[in-house]
T-cell receptor, first 114, second 116 residues
Framework: KAGVTQTPRYLIKTRGQQVTLSCSPISGHRSVSWYQQTPGQGLQFLFEYFSETQRNKGNFPGRFSGRQFSNSRSEMNVSTLELGDSALYLC?????????????FGSGTRLTVV | DQQVKQNSPSLSVQEGRISILNCDYTNSMFDYFLWYKKYPAEGPTFLISISSIKDKNEDGRFTVFLNKSAKHLSLHIVPSQPGDSAVYFCAASAVGYGGATNKLIFGTGTLLAVQP
């Protein structure tokens, strides 16, 4: 079965712009979580969506937002981009409450802010 | 506040020897721990996990040990192979608390280099 699909794979944006990243989960998975990976910070949890509702949120500013559609696909938006937003953005899909079973990451979107 | 810590940024071992990667945590509500392997520009790949009710879990060459009193876990790889070279992340979750949510708290990773 198809894995987690993230698009685009690479993105270059200018400071001050906004960006939208997309994540299509594994078929049947209704939970989509987003993480940011930067050098020295590891992976940091951004937020989780389940059945179109944000269920959990990490400690990121309001410039970071997301949504989930009825087909479980999720988008993440970052407004007013800053240089420090350059990172690998990963999404993970899973069943309900299942970090211990089938929680699968996509390959990520590499965002570079110049 | 870093709730999950991997204090060794890198580790180098010889092929065939044991690799031991360490992880410490501070939040006593964590009840599930996982290890992931990651290559650059790819997503993390699940390796092995352990529930807080256990102190050891083994899967082939990989064994995870959990010491709850010390809030410490470790991943042992025996024997180490060059293909094991990657960044290893430990992660923790409070599966049993706050409802059924999918949220992992990751450490900063350890780069393992296995020399042929």
């Amino acid at each position: 079965k198809a894995g987690v699909t993230q698009t685009p794979r690479y993105l270059i944006k200018t400071r001050g712009q906004q960006v939208t990243l997309s994540c299509s989960p594994i078929s049947g998975h209704r939970s989509v979580s987003w993480y940011q990976q930067t050098p020295g910070q590891g992976l940091q949890f951004l937020f989780e969506y389940f059945s179109e509702t944000q269920r959990n949120k990490g400690n990121f500013p309001g410039r970071f937002s997301g949504r989930q559609f009825s087909n479980s696909r999720s988008e993440m938006n970052v407004s007013t981009l800053e240089l420090g937003d350059s990172a690998l953005y990963l999404c993970a899909s899973g069943l309900d409450g299942s970090v211990n079973y089938g929680y699968t990451f996509g390959s990520g979107t590499r965002l570079t802010v110049v | 506040d870093q709730q999950v810590k991997q204090n060794s940024p890198s580790l180098s071992v010889q092929e065939g020897r044991i690799s031991i990667l360490n992880c410490d945590y501070t939040n006593s509500m964590f009840d599930y721990f996982l290890w992931y392997k990651k290559y650059p520009a790819e997503g993390p790949t699940f390796l092995i996990s352990i529930s807080s009710i256990k102190d050891k879990n083994e899967d082939g060459r990989f064994t995870v040990f959990l010491n709850k009193s010390a809030k410490h876990l470790s991943l042992h790889i025996v024997p180490s192979q060059p293909g094991d070279s990657a960044v290893y992340f430990c992660a923790a979750s409070a599966v049993g608390y706050g409802g059924a949510t999918n949220k992992l708290i990751f450490g900063t990773g350890t780069l393992l280099a296995v020399q042929p």
